[in-house]
């Protein structure tokens, strides 16, 4: 019989990396509560048009890369490419601007977006995200950014790069589209057939342009930062004061458009060298358009998102083991529903504890106990049980002692 696999492009998380993914995603939900956010879980899918309308029609994920299909009741369905336009619709539709000024929410789940799959992307992959909806000060687009650096160096991942860039108001766009077309123009025959295209549907992407010889043609390009209104500048100088206020470093990067739509002003990426072509782990910014795109609000909002797998790729080995407090073995059959009883207990107690259904004899549970790493173990025989002690030997310092089973909770404290 023919087994069947994992579709390509996904991914099955188990053993260590189980371990290491519920690391990741607990370790960001509690830094990121300490600033006020609160879990969102919307659907895994949505009607195709939101995405459409949020992340927009010229982008490459609404182009190639989503997963649409008819339900059953014809309807056109997608899954999430990624997880904002989905908050906000959520916000919107929950009238929730109109019970707090400012939300803050955090979530973790996969998106899906079919592209070539290689090391670092797939097509379901993990995303922890935050968005943060009713609040334009420059300084939330500091805090948020170095949140999510401050998380990511907490976590114990290093050498990342912060890259910033503001891209302006819609008509700051406009003005520089037009003066980057100028500028393309004359050199459009000597651009790669990707570029070309790009020049028709959104010339900012040139300048994100991989091809070497379209990235020195264009190295002299108008920048869009020389666009930029007053009140714009202004907003990209405090976001630049406070991230120096918040001790994170960071570089201007002119180039830097995000692949989506919805952006205006400030946008920024996490990037690692340790991750070959994949090394942004996290992207953001904000997009105070999105909301007036899906629902007529003119609410700001600021956000980002970090792929869990990228973040477990760097992590590798460092991150916290699961520690078995305690396996208890039990001796024979007459010790047995004591020993299940003590297991639970313990359990309750908060231990994580291991037990094993068949196995009698002493030297075949001391393998066991040390197969699964436990840091002590808890030995019952039938005249300890009598005399209501059990025999709790430490497997690190290989010590052991008689106590009173009252007495184990105390000590294992
Ligand atoms: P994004 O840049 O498309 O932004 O994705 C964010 C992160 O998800 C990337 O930096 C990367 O680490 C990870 N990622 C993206 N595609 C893949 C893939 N195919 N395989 C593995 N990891 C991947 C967004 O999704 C925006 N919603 C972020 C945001 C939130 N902006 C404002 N709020």
């Known amino acids: 019989m023919k087994l069947i696999k994992a579709v390509r492009g996904t991914k099955d998380i188990f053993g260590d990396d189980g371990i290491k993914y519920d690391y990741v995603t607990r370790a960001a939900q509690e830094f990121f509560s300490n600033y006020g956010y609160t879990m969102i879980k919307t659907p895994i899918f949505e009607e195709t048009d939101l995405f459409k309308r949020g992340v927009g029609e010229g982008t490459d994920i609404v182009e190639k890369e989503m997963y649409t299909f008819k339900d059953r009741g014809e309807r056109s369905i997608t899954l999430r490419p990624e997880g904002t336009a989905a908050v906000v619709r959520c916000y919107l539709e929950n009238k929730i601007y109109a019970k707090e000024e400012t939300s803050r929410f955090f979530y973790a789940g996969s998106m899906f977006r079919y592209e070539r799959p290689q090391a670092g992307r797939q097509r379901e992959f993990n995303q922890i995200g935050v968005e943060v909806l009713g609040e334009s000060s420059p300084i939330l687009d500091a805090e948020v950014i170095a949140m999510g650096f401050s998380f990511l160096d907490k976590i114990g991942i290093t050498d990342l790069e912060v890259t910033i860039n503001s891209v302006g108001e819609k008509e700051t766009r406009v003005r520089y589209r037009e ?27 040139v300048l994100d342009c991989k091809v070497e010889k379209c990235k020195t043609l264009t190295a002299d390009a108008p920048i869009i930062t020389d666009s930029l209104s007053q009140e714009e500048k202004e907003h990209y100088e405090t976001v630049k004061k406070y991230l120096t206020i918040f001790q994170v470093k960071y570089k201007e990067d ?21 991750l070959g072509s994949q ?15 899906l629902g007529d609000k003119e609410i700001p909002a600021f956000g980002f ?9 760097l992590l590798g080995d460092e991150f916290p083991k699961r520690d078995l407090d305690i396996y208890v073995a039990w001796l024979g059959d007459e010790t047995k529903e004591f020993a299940f009883k003590l297991a639970n207990d313990l359990r309750l107690d908060g231990k994580t504890v291991a037990i094993d259904y068949n196995t009698k004899a002493m030297k075949a549970h001391m393998k066991k ?3 699964v790493g436990a840091k002590n173990v808890v030995i019952i025989g039938d005249e300890e049980m009598n005399k209501g002690v059990v025999m709790l030997k430490d497997f690190i310092n290989r010590t052991q002692e008689e106590i009173k089973v009252e007495d184990l909770k105390k000590i294992l404290k």
Do not use: H, W
């Open 305 to 313: 998102a970090a792929g869990v797998e990228r973040i477990m790729m």
């Open 279 to 293: 090394g942004t782990v996290l992207g953001g910014g904000r997009y105070d358009n999105l909301l007036k795109q």
């Open 369 to 371: 106990a040390d197969k």
């Open 179 to 205: 003066s980057l077309l100028s500028f393309l123009e004359p050199i459009k025959e000597e651009l790669c057939e990707d570029c070309k295209m790009r020049m028709e549907k959104n010339p900012l992407r």
């Open 254 to 274: 002119p180039r830097l458009v995000r692949g989506l739509d919805y952006y205006s002003s400030t946008v920024y990426e996490i990037v690692t060298n340790k």
